[in-house]
């Protein structure tokens, strides 16, 4: 089995299993989660894991500005991407100022460029 690179973190379990096969078509093996806690407990077991592709509203609990901070503490190098159905309109925390928002549903193009841009390109 290969090792995931990717967590996809949405309370939308069919948009997060869309994003999921499309990035393992893409070359990039992907994990889902369905909130801050299953995001966690993936990371801990996954060592793989180099980029979160986060939406803003993850689900209940935490919002996604204070899961990525949650998920950094854990993974210093992490990368991390936001997504949302509001796109760059949605407000974020000074911590996150400069974090760019993928509106969703993510078109094939785009979803290859953020891989492509944190992940590097698939040989």
Not at 12 to 35: M, Q, V
Not at 69 to 86: D, E, I, M, N
Not at 93 to 118: C, G, N, Q, T, W
Request: with cysteine.
């Amino acid at each position: 089995m290969t090792a995931c690179s990717l967590l996809i973190i949405d309370d939308d379990a069919e948009l997060s299993d869309i994003t999921a096969k499309a990035c393992c078509r893409l070359g990039y093996p992907a994990l889902t989660a369905s909130g801050a806690e299953a995001a966690l407990a993936a990371l801990a077991v996954e060592p793989g894991i180099a980029l979160a592709l986060i939406d803003i509203r993850p689900g209940p609990g935490d919002t996604g500005f204070a899961l990525a901070a949650r998920l950094r503490q854990r993974r210093p190098a992490l990368t991390l991407r936001f997504v949302s159905g509001l796109g760059q309109a949605a407000s974020r925390p000074a911590d996150f100022a400069d974090a760019r928002i993928l509106r969703k549903p993510l078109s094939l193009d785009a979803l290859r460029d953020v891989l492509e841009e944190a992940l590097g390109p698939v040989h």
